[in-house]
């Protein structure tokens, strides 16, 4: 008997990152197969995080992979269902794009949470900048002990999920401004600089101990 194709050698690689069949991802399925797919689904799922997604996520109920997304067993394949779901809706995707989860919820199959993407583009998004992102919402203080709240947070920053200290940018503009001028600021100098713009923003008493 023949053998079957080998996957990479390199454990690394999982088995649902090996390159897309596309005759695992047909753009039609038949009744039976559709009516077993949708019945996987529970459309109302809780509402994306992010502000890019429209309506809720539609949770895939059935078998995932450890990486969280679901697989369907279809016609002797084993497609992701969140893939297949985006080809029933827009058509076949070149098999050199990823489908990435625009709503970071990855047992969603919402093709309106989903978009093809390059695996580059797929890697910048994905799981290091989510867990970054939660480690800065968690943040409370910058390292100079600057509370992390409005109005000290760069306005940028907030629209893109990030919790930057205002105080502490402002004093490295200053920095900038005064080494272009010869003048080095040291440490010291830099958190006096820093702490004035933080009782500039949130007020004289700011940094006073009770």
Same mark, same amino acid.
């Given at each position: 008997?023949? *053998?079957?194709?080998?996957? &990479? ?5 999982r088995r ?29 799922? &809780? ?13 895939w109920t !059935?078998? +995932? ?5 679901? +697989? ?8 992701? !269902? ?49 867990? *970054? ?5 968690? +943040? ?13 947070l760069r !306005? ?12 502490? !940018?402002? *004093? ?8 272009? +001028? ?13 702490? *004035? ?6 007020? &004289?008493?700011?940094?006073?101990? &009770?």
């Open positions: 008997m023949p *053998a079957g194709p080998s996957l &990479p050698h390199n454990p690394s690689i649902w990152q090996v390159k897309a069949n596309p005759a695992n991802y047909p753009e039609q399925l038949t009744e039976k197969e559709s009516g077993l797919f949708w019945m996987k689904v529970n459309k109302a799922g &809780p509402w994306p995080l992010q502000k890019n997604c429209q309506g809720k996520c539609w949770t !059935a078998g +995932r992979v450890n990486e969280g997304y679901g +697989r369907f067993y279809l016609r002797g394949g084993k497609p992701l !269902a969140h893939r297949l779901s985006y080809v029933l809706r827009n058509g076949s995707v070149g098999d050199e794009l990823k489908i990435d989860h625009l709503c970071r919820n990855r047992s969603c199959v919402n093709p309106d949470h989903l978009e093809p993407v390059t695996d580059a583009v797929n890697t910048r998004r994905g799981r290091l900048p989510l867990v *970054a992102g939660k480690s800065m919402l968690a +943040r409370t203080h910058c390292p100079r002990g600057h509370l992390l709240n409005a109005p000290n !306005a940028d920053d907030v629209k893109h999920g990030r919790r930057g200290c205002l105080s502490c !940018a402002r *004093a490295r503009s200053k920095y900038h401004d005064f080494k272009r +001028r010869g003048i080095i600021l040291d440490p010291d100098d830099f958190r006096r600089v820093s702490d *004035a713009f933080y009782r500039e923003i949130m007020g &004289p008493e700011a940094l006073e101990t &009770p």
